[in-house]
């Protein structure tokens, strides 16, 4: 069974810092591209961060770069998002994304997978 389990997301003052993290079971972790994306009150889910599969290569969204760090650690299965500098607009509920391959009847498909989310609030 696929699971995706988020942790870490809080009430936070403007300027501070939240750690998120998600860990990953029923998948072969390390051959997925892991992302975070949020989706804040009345507004569409966004990409905010993601990480490809051994961890090479990262991404951010303008909105975010030079604030959060992505990163991974295969060895426990686990994505982080390091959230410095918050900001109210920073404000939403966050998701963590897998995509990657997976054998289905002696073909490779590419697969989905959601976490079921984590609140992030930052108000003073």
């Known amino acids: 069974q696929v699971q995706l389990v988020e942790s870490g997301g809080g009430l936070v003052h403007p300027g501070g810092s939240l750690r998120l993290s998600c860990v990953a079971s029923g998948f072969s972790f390390s051959t997925y591209a892991m992302s975070w994306y949020r989706q804040a009150l009345r507004k569409e889910r966004e990409l905010v961060a993601d990480i490809s599969s051994r961890g090479g290569i990262t991404k951010y969204s303008d909105s975010v770069k030079g604030r959060f760090t992505v990163s991974r650690d295969d060895a426990k299965n686990t994505v982080y998002l390091e959230m410095n500098n918050l900001k109210p607009e920073d404000t939403a509920v966050y998701y963590c994304?897998?995509?990657?391959?997976?054998?289905?009847?002696?073909?490779?498909?590419?697969?989905?997978?959601w976490g079921q989310g984590t609140q992030v609030t930052v108000s003073s």
């Open positions: 994304n897998a995509v990657g391959p997976k054998a289905v009847g002696g073909y490779v498909v590419q697969s989905t997978y």
